[in-house]
């Protein structure tokens, strides 16, 4: 449900196009399990793939076409963001005489292989801050270096544990470097991808404008009299994604899930290493973060240990084309210009067919989200784009002989 209450743009839109709306579960998300509705392993995944679910989509379309009076001749149009908005596009792609067309935001379908530079994300969300406070940028940049100066001993790590109140021991053993600064990235870069202009609960509590409210923590250079200090501050900053409201009383388990469980991280985890191999890395140099290469080895290596399979880097751009849309038509490519996927979004229109809508003010599919009073006019103008041009297609679509 956690993407049904987050997509309010398509119940305000459906009254205008007296449109019925589907919410077709992904195989293997929520409720939809296969075998005994719980086990996930390398025994019950590997029938979790994009294309399953895309053939799952259009079988379910033709079922309802043929048992709901008055569907069969009705224009279906296709609509996601993030992942659903990659599977909005793809649908278009694959079953054209299904669907007539399709919204896709915040769809990052050329993050894989080369097709981009690995960093283009950490890059985006980096200039995010920046907007917010080029000292804030700084800040969080100088912070890895200090951290991992105090992880040289126990006793470095151990001020760590107790001042970003991290529930497990900092040994280097079962809680490395590299997870104590994975959990940050992952609370910067979530706080980038949601940088929405009024509170939400999407993927943690947090306020209007969180990078703004994190960046607060970590731009008055004069209260950093201690590298000691510094660290704090970052630990306020971050506190902002996980910890807003207070929610947590004792520790930070920095072993769960930093969306918590409504995304379906394992399922994701298989898909990423599976058939949607995205290439990341950050420098620490063009971005605010650390050095981290993409290391496919590695990368392998993980893939192998947790679900026995190994990755296909050009998989994807194989199955659905990557770069090559030019045949392709009817589809929305809208991109929030806060969003560091964008980097991964088709942000040019190969053809007068597709339509690209660059948002600015706006985080991760923002325009999918339900009209809210402190909505930029970027967001409104451009939601009234998409049903225009929507609105359009439907009108060809059932003036053509095919829906006659």
Known sequence: MLFVNNTGFLFEMAPQLNAMIVFAEHRYYGQSIPFDGKTLNSTTLPWLTSTQ?????????????????????SPVVAVGGSYGGMLAAWMRMKYPA???????????????????????FAKIATQDYKMASPVCVDTIRRSWTIMEDFWKDQAGRDWLKDNFRVCQILDD???KLADFRLWLFSGWTYMAMTDYPYPTEFLKPMPGWPVKAACQHLSDLRSFKTDRDLLIAVYKGISVYYNYTGQVKDCFNISDSSTGTALGDTQWDYQACSELVMPDCTDGKTDMFYYRPWNISEYNRECHKNFAVKPDPSLAIREYGGRDLVAHSNIIFSNGKLDPWSGGGVIKAPSKRIKVILIDDAAHHLDLRASHPDDPQSVVDARK?????????IITATNSAEYL
Request: hydrophobic share 40%; with cysteine.
């Open 385 to 393: 784009k998409e049903i225009a041009i929507i609105k359009k297609w």
């Open 53 to 73: 679910a895309l053939a799952d989509y259009n079988y379910i379309i033709h079922h309802l076409k043929r048992t709901i009076p008055g569907l069969k001749q």
């Open 173 to 175: 053993r079962k809680v």
């Open 98 to 120: 299904t669907v007539i067309g399709a919204l896709s935001s915040s769809a990052p379908i050329l993050q894989f292989g080369n097709q981009i530079p690995c960093n283009t």
